[in-house]
């Protein structure tokens, strides 16, 4: 049975429903996980204002319950730059020498293909400063691993490798591949000790035969940074190779300084402690 409503009614009623809606779009309304326990998740982002954190498609209130972020505090300029490295293709180098230049301590999440084939840049990362994260052993979609074991066993083996390449423990940081994740994923790797990190500022810089020019690179990373920004670039790409040291002396030249993954979480922590 179906009330009939008055003309007032009904735009009272049409209005309410656009409120919601965009209340719900805009993040103010907390998930409570069910878009993201019913299955997988690719991590995507709506830029709605420059200069301003994007909405994600989990809010930063719904991460933080499985120590997951993908920005920092909205009101301090501080840049949290990570990469991720599937392979080395010549660039990582000319990445290295940009950040100690400005003395910028990035995170590079790595594969077991990667500490395997660059053990001395791997090595050469960690004396430099930098942190090196966890992008799993063998960069597999990790939400559609259901088995606890089997999805341990991605990040351990990583681990193990690490170890004997380096003779440290490897930080407790972990980067889902290709951003695919599931409510299971956040709470096993919770439950591992690991922080998982997503990111608020990427561009699509890892196609080899189809890289951005230079400008286009610049124009994308500078007018899309905000504050809190956790930015990630590919470090396979010869266009963020070519362009990161004009990139951080822009940045710089924005009132911009850099911060540290544990840093970002340590905020974090203060924010659950509120």
């Known amino acids: 049975m179906f009330a009939v409503l008055g003309r007032r009614q009904v735009v009272i009623a049409a209005a309410a429903v656009v409120l919601l809606a ?43 319950q499985y120590d997951a972020c993908y920005a920092g505090d909205p009101s301090e300029k ?13 660039c990582t180098p000319a990445i290295l020498d940009a950040l100690k230049k400005h003395s910028v301590k990035a995170a590079f999440f790595v594969v077991g293909n990667y500490i395997e084939t660059c053990p001395d840049l791997v ?65 096993q790797a919770k439950e591992l000790g690991y922080r998982t990190v997503f990111w608020s500022l990427a561009y699509v810089d890892w196609y080899q035969d189809q890289q951005p020019s230079h400008q286009e690179a610049m124009n994308k990373l500078t007018s899309r940074i905000h504050p809190g920004a956790v930015v990630l670039l590919h470090s396979t790409s010869t266009t963020n190779a070519e362009i990161l040291d004009e990139l951080l002396t822009c940045w710089e030249d924005m009132g911009y300084t850099f911060g540290t993954l544990p840093e970002l979480f340590a905020e974090e922590d203060s924010q659950k402690e509120k």
């Not at 730059?81 to 010549?90: H, I, P, Q």
Request: no cysteine; hydrophobic share 30%.
């Open 22 to 64: 965009g209340i719900l779009f805009s993040g103010l309304l907390v998930p409570t996980g069910e878009a993201v326990s019913a299955g997988s998740e690719n991590w995507g982002l709506s830029f709605q204002e420059e200069g301003k954190t994007p909405v994600g498609n989990a809010s930063d209130a719904y991460l933080r």
């Open 78 to 90: 501080k840049i949290y730059l990570t990469f991720d490295a599937g392979y080395e293709n010549g």
């Open 123 to 187: 090595k050469r990362m960690v004396e430099e400063g930098h942190l090196v994260g966890n992008h799993t052993y063998h960069h597999p979609d990790m939400s559609a691993i259901a088995d606890k074991a089997d999805f341990q066993e991605e990040l351990s083996s990583l681990e193990a490798l690490y170890q004997e390449t380096t003779g440290q423990e490897m930080p407790k940081y972990y980067r889902p591949p290709q951003g695919k994740f599931s409510e299971s994923n956040l709470r």
